[in-house]
């Protein structure tokens, strides 16, 4: 089936404007993770949507940063007045939490992004 | 919060030696350890994970084996192949109710496999 995808792939903007960045998750997945990967660094967590829940938002770099889950399925990643040190890979992955705890979270390819 | 250190950062093998990586944890909550796998381009991938109730696990060439008392769990690859080269990731993870939890990331291993 199909797996997580993610648009654009590549993104380049310039410094201070706005870009969104969209996800869809894989059918019936009710979990949904934002990750951004810099280059030479690990994921860093940035925001988690888990169902009719509210999203846990604690990883968000600062409040440029938001992202919004419409009908518990695609996602879209906003960030505001962008900044050279945005730049990185944005991985979108998510989970059939109802399967169990303990298992896989499946990422995107992801959306590399570029500030000028 | 959790913090996961892993090493080394780069490593390279000759092909048919075995490769190991490590990581270290400090929530000793923790309880599920992933490790993924990042082809260039690419998002990761799973490609074994182990519980904190079991101390090792095996699938084919790639084994994990977790120490909880000492906080500490690795990764090994053995006969590596070219097709091994890519950037693996450990992670820790802990429950923190109501469904929600989050995988905290090591900053990955290049591994190179030369031919």
């Known amino acids: 089936g199909a797996g997580v995808s993610q648009s654009p792939s590549n993104k380049v903007t310039e410094k201070g404007k706005d870009v969104e960045l969209r996800c869809d998750p894989i059918?019936?997945?009710?979990?949904l993770y934002w990750y951004r990967q810099s280059l030479g660094q690990g994921l860093e967590f940035l925001i988690y949507?888990?169902?009719?829940?509210?999203?846990?938002k604690s990883g968000l770099p600062s409040d440029r940063f938001s992202a919004e889950r419409t009908g518990g399925s695609v996602s879209t990643l906003t960030i505001q007045r962008t900044q050279q040190e945005d730049s990185a890979v944005y991985l979108c992955?998510?989970?059939?939490?109802?399967?169990?705890?303990?298992?896989?979270?499946?990422f995107g390819p992801g959306t590399r992004l570029t500030v000028l | 919060g959790e913090n996961v250190e892993q090493h080394p950062s780069t490593l390279s093998v000759q092909e048919g030696d075995s490769a190991v990586i490590k990581c270290t944890y400090s929530?000793?909550?923790?309880?599920?350890f992933p490790w993924y796998k990042q082809e260039l381009g690419k998002g990761p991938q799973l490609i074994i994970d182990?519980?904190?109730?079991?101390g090792e696990k095996k699938d084919q060439r790639i084994a994990v084996t977790l120490n909880k008392t000492a906080k500490h769990f690795s990764l090994h690859i053995t006969e590596t192949q070219p097709e091994d080269s890519a950037v693996y990731f450990c992670?820790?993870?802990?429950?923190?109710?109501?469904?929600?939890?989050?995988?905290?990331f090591g900053k990955g291993t290049k591994l190179s496999v030369i031919p």
């Open positions: 949507f888990q169902g009719n829940s509210a999203p846990d």
């Open positions: 059918s019936g997945h009710t979990a």
């Open positions: 992955a998510s989970r059939d939490r109802l399967a169990g705890y303990y298992n896989e979270q499946f």
């Open positions: 929530d000793s909550a923790s309880n599920y």
């Open positions: 182990i519980r904190s109730n079991v």
């Open positions: 992670a820790a993870t802990s429950y923190s109710g109501a469904g929600s939890y989050q995988l905290t």
